[in-house]
């Protein structure tokens, strides 16, 4: 099966992660590929994840602007973080998965994997 697994552009994918969000979005692109899957993760450039094939696109410059932290306030318009993720809808539409796997959690993504067959 072909699978686009996506995360959001503001966060790079690292072998030790931080978030929970990261980990998950990992563990399951590795856990595809030991499966037997064709996995293509769309991540942000500078992600590393050993044995997956990953199709970055460069980190916006107002990622920072685009993280939503608890008790924090209203987020502001990223125009950078929606041009990312549309570069990578593009390009998860041009390879026509069987499914994808969205973990982005910007409204963008949300939006743009409607018309895909799409889990989030």
């Not at 959001?8 to 499966?35: H, W």
């Not at 970055?56 to 306030?73: H, N, R, Y």
């Amino acid at each position: 099966m072909r699978i686009s697994v996506v995360a959001s552009p503001v966060t790079l994918l690292r072998p030790a992660q931080t978030g929970g969000a990261q980990s998950v979005i990992c563990d399951l692109a590795v856990g595809l590929v030991r499966r037997g899957h064709e996995v293509l993760l769309h991540c942000a450039e500078g992600s590393e994840v050993a044995g997956v094939e990953l199709v970055m696109v460069p980190t916006p410059a107002d990622a920072d602007q685009a993280l939503v932290m608890p008790g924090g306030g209203r987020t502001t318009p990223t125009p950078g973080v929606t041009a990312a993720i549309t570069a990578m809808f593009r390009g998860i539409e041009a390879s026509r998965p069987d499914v994808v796997s969205q973990h982005a959690f910007d409204a963008p993504a949300f939006e743009m994997a409607e018309t895909l067959p799409s889990l989030h």
